[in-house]
T-cell receptor
Framework: QQQVKQSPQSLIVQKGGISIINCAYENTAFDYFPWYQQFPGKGPALLIAIRPDVSEKKEGRFTISFNKSAKQFSLHIMDSQPGDSATYFCAASKEGAAGNKLTFGGGTRVLVKP | EAEVAQSPRYKITEKSQAVAFWCDPI?????LYWYRQILGQGPELLVQFQDESVVDDSQLPKDRFSAERLKGVDSTLKIQPAELGDSAMYLC????????????FGPGTRLLVL
């Protein structure tokens, strides 16, 4: 069962443009929503994260928008740069007996053209 | 900056052979995770360790996969026998404890089974 659905699978944006990636989740028990960035040949690295008690979080050019009622959240990359070209994964987790277990979306490959 | 180390980075093996991957987490991190990432998909948790104990191996194909973390530091993931469908990136991640939400990923081992 795919609990976190991510779209689009890929996108191309011009330098300076806005990249938008969307995720939808099913499990209302999820209470932590991180985005990970992965460059080719590297492991994923945490980019930004949000909890459901806020609707938006901004860190530099990266913003998460969160809609609890719709069970959706999105990543906006403002003023996209060629160095932002990577694969982005949304994820969700909930606190359990074994700690926080991350469930990842399928990923979005972003290409920023100069 | 401390990093999660993994080896080998690449492994090519033939079907029915045995293969092993090694992971050294960030020093002091008690929680260690092994993920499998099929090309074009997000990482999926295979097994989670807390110190030397397995706390979640519900998604580990136990007929052919095994994992150990004997001294609660580094870990080995083994596949025997390997099957064509095992071709994937195997990622190791660690966190200070299971309740720390940020997981730090290593660069992964890319496995190709012929």
């Amino acid at each position: 069962q795919q609990q976190v659905k991510q779209s689009p699978q890929s996108l191309i944006v011009q330098k300076g443009g806005i990249s938008i990636i969307n995720c939808a989740y099913e499990n209302t028990a999820f209470d932590y929503f991180p985005w990970y960035q992965q460059f080719p040949g590297k492991g994923p690295a945490l980019l930004i994260a949000i909890r459901p008690d806020v609707s938006e979080k901004k860190e530099g050019r990266f913003t998460i928008s969160f809609n609890k009622s719709a069970k959706q959240f999105s990543l906006h990359i403002m003023d996209s740069q060629p160095g932002d070209s990577a694969t982005y994964f949304c994820a969700a987790s909930k606190e359990g007996a074994a700690g926080n277990k991350l469930t990842f979306g399928g990923g979005t490959r972003v290409l920023v053209k100069p | 900056e401390a990093e999660v180390a993994q080896s080998p980075r690449y492994k090519i093996t033939e079907k029915s052979q045995a293969v092993a991957f090694w992971c050294d987490p960030i020093s002091g991190h008690a929680t260690l995770y092994w993920y499998r990432q099929i090309l074009g998909q997000g990482p999926e948790l295979l097994v989670q360790f807390q110190d030397e104990s397995v706390v979640d191996d519900s998604q580990l194909p136990k007929d052919r996969f095994s994992a150990e973390r004997l001294k609660g530091v580094d870990s080995t993931l083994k596949i025997q026998p390997a099957e064509l469908g095992d071709s994937a990136m195997y990622l190791c991640a660690s966190s200070f404890d299971p309740h720390q939400e940020t997981q730090y990923f290593g660069p992964g081992t890319r496995l190709l089974v012929l």
